[in-house]
């Protein structure tokens, strides 16, 4: 069953980050109705599949409060999990439309919106206690799927591994310990999907590999 809150998940007032702060209470000025602030994870309690994306959009899970749900990189992202078998109902793109996700938890590595979707080096180490406390508590997690460069060393520094020895790249997968194994994709942004970094049929080869580690 998908639900928001919990262990891992920053507070709503969390204050780590002054820059993130100050754009958060920036947003909140010109957009009284959105989130604003730290976005919560969300998925099954018990997810055999963690997403680990870079940060929150603008005016996507900043605004909605749920993980990309409302910019274009959940148009992806959502009907591929479908596909998979890792959520159902219908994806409306807001935060109240019953989409449920199944075996399935996304976060980020930052939880606030930073301005120009860039978080500083600082701002991720800021936040990486969260998801420290997040994967430490998720023992059913028997795969991990970073979204971007940003996620996949999130992962690893999370995790006190050497960057050096698991490099990122599209499709590859990196076995982490004897339970645990990090698969990579390309961020499912627009410009990586304008450009054609990165296809449908490139995004769901990554989902298809995890399928098969997962449900032998």
Known sequence: MSSTNVIGDAPLDCTLCPRLVSFREENTA????????????????????????????????????????????????????????????????????????????????????????????????????????????????????????????AVLSTLGLKKAAFKFGHAQQHQLSKTLRLFDSYHCSRYNTNTGRLTTEMFEKVFSDIKDFISP
């Not at 596909?83 to 996304?106: C, H, P, R, V």
């Open 30 to 153: 010109k957009y009284p109705d959105w989130h604003n602030g730290p976005v919560p994870s969300f998925g099954d309690h018990n997810p055999k599949l963690l997403i680990v994306g870079l940060a929150p959009g603008l005016k996507g899970a900043n605004r909605t409060g749920r993980p990309f749900t409302g910019d274009y990189a959940g148009d992806l992202l959502y009907p591929t999990l479908q596909k998979f078998g890792f959520a159902y109902g219908e994806y409306k793109a807001k935060s109240n439309d019953g989409l449920q996700l199944n075996q399935a938890m996304i976060t980020n590595a930052v939880r606030c919106v930073p301005p120009q979707n860039k978080p500083l080096t600082t701002e991720e180490k800021a936040c990486r206690p969260y998801l420290q406390e997040q994967i430490a508590h998720l023992t059913s997690v028997h795969a991990i799927l970073a979204l971007g460069l940003v996620a996949h060393n």
